[in-house]
């Protein structure tokens, strides 16, 4: 089983870009689904993005064409760039995976979660 662990949130101005790092533990990142959702205050968490194990992706409607998930699997890791920050996309980004060969827009269907990292843009 695969155990995310997310880095590089923190506090930009809008328009601007950030990165951020999910690594990963475990022998099964080949065979796993990776995801990115996030959890604005008093919102339910959201799918941001998603790559399944053959690297297929999607992408919400609110991010598209402003975000992407990028996967490498010799370092095992999956990062979402994401480019012309708007305050709306002020939330807490969480890494998750679900070992299947599908990318699921429901929270519940994902079963190892990384703590989270903050993401702020100010206006």
């Known amino acids: 089983q695969v155990q995310p662990v997310e880095s590089g949130g923190g506090l930009v101005q809008a328009g601007a870009s950030l990165r951020l790092s999910c690594a990963t533990s475990?022998?099964?990142?080949?065979?796993?689904?990776m995801a990115w959702f996030r959890q604005a205050p008093g919102k339910e968490r959201e799918l941001v993005e998603g790559?399944?194990?053959?690297?297929?992706?999607y992408s919400a409607p609110s991010v598209r064409g402003r975000f992407t998930a990028f996967r490498d699997y010799v370092k095992s890791t999956v990062d979402l760039q994401m480019n012309d920050l708007k305050p709306e996309d002020t939330a807490i980004y969480y890494c998750a995976s679900r070992p299947f060969s599908t990318v699921a827009s429901n929270a519940d269907a994902y079963e190892s979660w990384g703590q989270g990292t903050q993401v702020t843009v100010s206006s």
């Open positions: 790559v399944n194990k053959n690297g297929g992706t």
């Open positions: 475990g022998n099964t990142f080949s065979t796993t689904t």
